[in-house]
């Protein structure tokens, strides 16, 4: 049976990351996809663990090598998603879970039908600006365009399977656990499993007479 592949979006600060690393921590059976980006590691970052941290010269041949699922300028830097990383992974068995922005996440399903997309949410908008607000990482201009960018970004939950509404961190993760656990015991996942037993079918109709 292949793996699965979980989308995790939402705008900057609903904590879609954090949540990501509570329910890593918990489940054996899910791997953590690692991005490529361009922009400098923050403090307690490690490369090759939260993110591949390299050059945009180096991500720019990356890309015209089409070696990634999908990649995204955001907020002046770059950010991609390895596409044999993720297509290996799930042809092993492999469940993969992404963290990747809302447009990245839109490429990505136009060409893995079956991955499950999940959306990270804020209580409300005005929490979301105080948490950006809160993080001091970005300068005015680009505190600014990220509480834009998260206008557009809400706006298109309904194109993801799942919402979670981030009112406590602990309760979120419980939510993804939920989530990936579901979406490994779907009929429609199992039919290496249902086929086994496609032959009692006809027993049961004769049985029932």
């Known amino acids: 049976m292949e793996g699965i592949l979980f989308v995790m979006s939402g705008p900057s600060g609903a904590g879609k990351t954090t949540i990501v690393k509570g329910s890593l921590n918990e489940l054996e059976d899910v791997e953590f996809s690692i991005s490529y980006t361009t922009r400098p590691r923050r403090k ?21 090598k089409k070696e990634f699922l999908e990649w995204q300028a955001v907020h002046g830097h770059l950010y991609g998603t390895s596409k044999h990383y993720v297509r290996s992974k799930v042809s092993l068995g492999v469940n993969v879970l992404l963290d990747i922005d809302v447009k990245g996440a839109m490429n990505v399903k136009k060409q893995i039908k079956d991955a499950v997309f999940v959306f990270v949410a804020p209580p409300s908008f005005k929490e979301l600006k105080e948490r950006l607000v809160k993080r001091h990482t970005e300068n005015q201009k680009e505190l600014k365009k990220r509480i834009e960018d998260a206008k557009h970004e809400l706006s298109q939950i309904a194109e993801f399977d799942y919402l979670i509404v981030n009112h406590d961190i602990q309760q979120s993760i419980k939510q993804l656990e939920s989530i990936i656990i579901a979406e490994q015991i779907k009929v429609s996942r199992r039919g290496e499993f249902v086929g086994k037993y496609k032959f009692f079918k006809g027993v049961s109709k004769e049985a029932s007479r």
């Open 44 to 64: 307690g970052e490690r490369n090759g663990k939260d993110y591949f941290f390299i050059s945009e010269e180096e991500f720019k041949a990356l890309t015209e």
